[in-house]
């Protein structure tokens, strides 16, 4: 079983930069691979950045590359996902979710485990 804690949200402006955390516990997740997925309201939860733990292989949706950059700490078993040039779009709970299985994946239902996710607010 693994434990995933986000945090690192918050209210920003618009052009304001922020990193998100996610702190995973319970057992190595070296085999992995971890994401990155938000829900804006009335929205359906969507994949916004992913990347095999071990290779580092990442890709993000096309709403936000250029702007996030998604990174891990193996030391830490820490994912995070640093959020720049932010925009009122970006305005969502941000979740942490990591799959057993090996390879990236862009569907929310592949995944195993999830964090409780963090609000980021992105005012214009």
């Known amino acids: 079983q693994v434990q995933l804690v986000e945090s690192g949200g918050g209210l920003v402006q618009a052009g304001d930069s922020l990193r998100l955390s996610c702190a995973a516990s319970?057992?190595?997740?070296?085999?992995?691979?971890v994401g990155w997925f938000r829900q804006a309201p009335a929205k359906e939860r969507e994949f916004v950045a992913g990347?095999?733990?071990?290779?580092?292989?990442?890709d993000y949706a096309d709403s936000v590359k250029g702007r996030f950059t998604i990174s891990r700490d193996s030391a830490k078993n820490t994912v995070y996902l640093q959020v720049d040039s932010a925009k009122p779009e970006d305005t969502a709970v941000y979740y942490c979710a990591a799959r057993r299985n090996y390879g990236l994946r862009y569907d929310l239902h592949e995944y195993d485990y999830w964090g409780q996710g963090t609000q980021v607010t992105v005012s214009s």
């Open positions: 990347m095999t733990w071990n290779r580092g292989s990442s």
């Open positions: 319970g057992r190595s997740i070296s085999m992995d691979t």
